[in-house]
């Protein structure tokens, strides 16, 4: 079983930065893609960006030139570089992991639904105040 958890949401100013960070733990894994979601007080939930095994990335309109997302596989960490953010990206910050107990699937495939992944984080706030 692997385990995601979130860190580095809080408490910003319109045009600041932020990083997040999903630590992955737990016996051995194959991740085939992982991507950030978020949801906003009322609203659904939505891709903000994917990145999967082959290093291709997604992002949603409203956050790319922006946003970068990025890996550490030393450490098992899944970062989201946020640049420039605005009220509008305020939300509950999520990490989701395709995973699988076997070899990577073949091809590029990007997943920007939710219901592709299985595993999901507790998510992190992230406040943007303007």
């Known amino acids: 079983q692997v385990q995601l958890v979130e860190s580095g949401g809080g408490l910003v100013q319109a045009g600041d930065s932020l990083r997040l960070s999903c630590a992955a733990s737990?016996?051995?894994?194959?991740?085939?893609?992982m991507a950030w979601f978020r949801q906003a007080p009322g609203k659904g939930q939505e891709v903000v960006a994917v990145l999967n095994w082959l290093g291709s990335t997604y992002y949603t309109d409203s956050v790319k030139g922006r946003s970068t997302i990025s890996r550490d596989d030393a450490k098992n960490t899944l970062y989201l570089q946020m640049n420039s953010l605005n009220p509008e990206d305020t939300a509950r910050y999520y990490c989701?992991?395709?995973?699988?107990?076997?070899?990577?699937?073949?091809?590029?495939?990007?997943?920007?639904?939710?219901?592709?992944?299985?595993?999901w984080g507790q998510g992190t706030q992230v406040t943007v105040s303007s």
């Open positions: 989701a992991a395709r995973i699988t107990s076997g070899a990577h699937e073949a091809g590029n495939n990007i997943y920007t639904r939710a219901d592709s992944y299985n595993g």
């Open positions: 737990g016996r051995f894994f194959t991740w085939d893609a």
